[in-house]
DNA sequence: CGGAATCCTTTTGGATACTG
DNA sequence: CAGTATCCAAAAGGATTCCG
């Protein structure tokens, strides 16, 4: 039996393929909306997401669509009407959301701290 | 009691703050290589990098370390010693790590048989 | 040995205006 | 309504040189 190599390269890491599919400003944030108020139109996340522009919402929607992460369903229709929903392979990122979430819980409270302790040395 | 407001901005979202720390070309890479070789110097890490500057990882180790994530203890000797190690903190990360590795190695997988269905209806 | 400094290219993100 | 299209600023990443 040969050891695991030693050399390690971004491209084969299983975690930052897992990663990549995340990143983005509000990918995050869009794909949680989505997933506890299920299938939702543009314009209703856009309201959900004050700040974002149309093109950063089309953008984020764009590349989750293109991962399959969310599904997009045009209604031939006019006026517009698209629809946005998580897959279902979609939802298989849920226990690292979870994960993060739990985390970043914890986080906010070391983060206070830690600016505490700063604050009384200096 | 209050509804849960609907708008959502990125700041206010806690798996962006868990995000946030993982994010960096090599970060996960070098945190996940530090959690099961130990301790480890800084040409010894960049050995187990190849294709790694200097620069980045400076950087991505510089950045670790504001997080509180990774160690960086320094021996005032000559020729220079710094070694680099997970702090407990950073060790919290795991969960998420592990559900992230989990996930890509199903992930790639499924890109596979897309591709494979793409080649297909080619 | 373990960086810092500089310069450059690429990628992201934002503002604004226009359209079927 | 649900987008494009442009242009621009900021951030991330890369190559190279220099240093205590």
Redesign the pocket.
């Known amino acids: 039996m040969k050891d695991v190599p030693v050399e390690i390269q971004p491209e084969m890491c299983k975690v930052t393929d897992a990663l990549g599919i995340l990143v983005?400003?509000w990918k995050p944030v869009i794909l949680l909306h989505l997933l506890n108020s299920g299938t939702q139109?543009?314009?209703?996340l856009k309201r959900s997401l004050p700040g974002i522009?149309?093109?950063?919402l089309?953008n984020q929607l764009r590349e989750l669509e293109e991962e399959d992460i969310i599904e997009?369903k045009v209604y031939a229709q006019v006026?517009?009407?698209?629809e946005y929903s998580v897959t279902e392979y979609g939802r298989s990122l849920e226990p690292i959301l979870h994960a993060m979430h739990e985390w970043g819980a914890k986080h906010t409270i070391h983060k206070q701290s830690k600016k505490h302790n700063q604050a009384e040395a200096k």
Chains 1, 2 share one sequence.
């Open positions: 983005g400003k139109r543009f314009n209703e522009t149309q093109k950063m089309t997009r006026p517009p009407k698209v």
